[in-house]
T-cell receptor, first 115, second 116 residues
């Protein structure tokens, strides 16, 4: 079974600074997808960024980028120019490319942004 | 608007009183799933369904039932709720396997359930 680990229960960053959230996963599969989800106080689950394992290039979405290290099974999220609206829970998630199963989530990292 | 709709958003109930949380999606997705979210544990899958009349257990199925009689609906049933089922529940759906474009899961708004 796949597992996803987020080793930082809480992180804080100063507004306009950069922060990196860590995620590691364990799998024996070669084809899969990785995701970062944001959960603000509204509880809504918002997809921030996705990465296909077969792609070597790291995904980027505006101020959000990932550092995908397939051999190390590491998938960190970098948030640049942090804004107050970035404060939320962030979940790393894994999904096999083959399975009908949905997503395996990490335990989450609560990000606080200081003005 | 494409969405996954859960009801109710909040529910307080007593131990042993059967309840159903409804989930409906309007995107014609094949895959649907239920998760529960608990502090420090992230979201854990309860049950999932790959299509109508096809359901399977996730990681934490004990105490829950589901059904998939129609493609758009995937209700979660707690026959005899217990306090350890107090949690935040999410329904999610996504298209069938079809390559990277179909990787995104759409989530409902969540249901906060308290069992006393």
């Amino acid at each position: 079974a796949q597992t996803v680990t987020q080793s930082q229960p809480e992180m804080s960053v100063q507004e306009a600074e950069t922060v990196t959230l860590s995620c590691t996963y364990d799998t024996s599969e070669s084809d899969y997808y990785l995701f970062w989800y944001k959960q603000p106080p509204s509880r809504q689950m918002i997809l921030v960024i996705r990465q296909e394992a077969y792609k070597q290039q790291n995904a980027t979405e505006n101020r959000f980028s990932v550092n995908f290290q397939k051999a190390a099974k590491s998938f960190s999220l970098k948030i640049s120019d942090s804004q107050l609206g970035d404060a939320a829970m962030y979940f790393c998630a894994y999904r096999s490319a083959d399975a009908g199963n949905m997503l395996t989530f990490g335990g989450g990292t609560r990000l606080m942004v200081k003005p | 608007e494409a969405q996954v709709t859960q009801n109710p958003r909040y529910l307080i109930t007593v131990t042993g009183k059967k309840l159903t949380v409804t989930c409906s999606q309007n995107m014609n997705h094949e895959y649907m799933s239920w998760y529960r979210q608990d502090p420090g544990l992230g979201l854990r899958q309860i049950y999932y369904s790959m299509n109508v009349e096809v359901t399977d257990k996730g990681d934490v199925p004990e105490g829950y039932k589901v059904s998939r009689k129609e493609k758009r609906n995937f209700p979660l049933i707690l026959e005899s709720p217990s306090p350890n089922q107090t949690s935040l529940y999410f329904c999610a759906s996504r298209p069938s396997v079809g390559g990277p474009k179909n990787t995104e899961a759409f989530f409902g708004q969540g249901t906060r359930l308290t069992v006393v």
